[in-house]
């Protein structure tokens, strides 16, 4: 036997009623992912600011806990990136119901979109993220990681090459030579042209993913405040 269909709303006034409750609960989930991408923005400054004290606070301390602090924030900004595309599906529905039913509430005048409902409820029926892991990253990176991943870079260039801050703690302000910041910049095993050249393919692609710039689309179309 099967079970009886739920009953939808019969009037506009109960149709009213659903749509505030709805708007209600999926600010709260927006609300909700939005806390836990500041929470990920906060562990990486922390992280950051740590990490450059215990660096930069005494020439015993070795260059590779820069290093150590450059992975600790790609894997902030990768689970960051994750809990963005979460967030970003909830403040799509949002952004929906604000735009073509509360705005028109407030101010009527412009013709609504017919659809905005249709695609919530195929949202609703199906969800699907609006956002890849690749942009996801990229837009995480322009708003927040880029300084961390700068600030981090110009420590370790000091680390390196200010013999101050070395082991032997050299009375020298500068470096002394090129082949003197290369052999810095060895990490145990692994010589230092070779960490040198994996720090500038890391930083290339940094700067690529800040720098590109692709064409907005759904909400970014609409306004320019956005996470």
Known sequence: ???????????????????????????????????????????????????????LSSPTSHHGVLLFGM????????????????????????????????????????????????KIAASLRKPEFLLSYRAAIRRRLRRNYCWMYLILLLAWCLKITTPKLQTEGDTQTQAHSWSYVVDNAALGPIPGWAVISIVAVLYIGILYGALLRETERGEFFHGEAHV
Do not use: C
């Open 71 to 118: 992975m600790l924030i790609t894997l902030l900004l990768v689970i960051e990136a994750r809990r963005y595309r979460f967030f970003d599906i909830y403040r799509a529905r949002i952004r929906q119901l604000e735009r073509s039913y509360f705005a028109e509430i407030l101010s009527p005048g412009t013709a609504p979109r017919s659809d905005w409902a249709a």
């Open 1 to 55: 036997m099967e079970s009886p269909r739920p009953a939808l709303p019969a009037s506009a006034g109960e149709v009213t009623n659903t749509l505030s409750h709805y708007y209600r609960g999926e600010l709260g989930r927006m609300t909700s992912w939005r806390d836990r991408i500041d929470r990920t923005s906060n562990w990486a400054i922390t992280v950051s600011a740590a990490l450059l004290s215990v660096s």
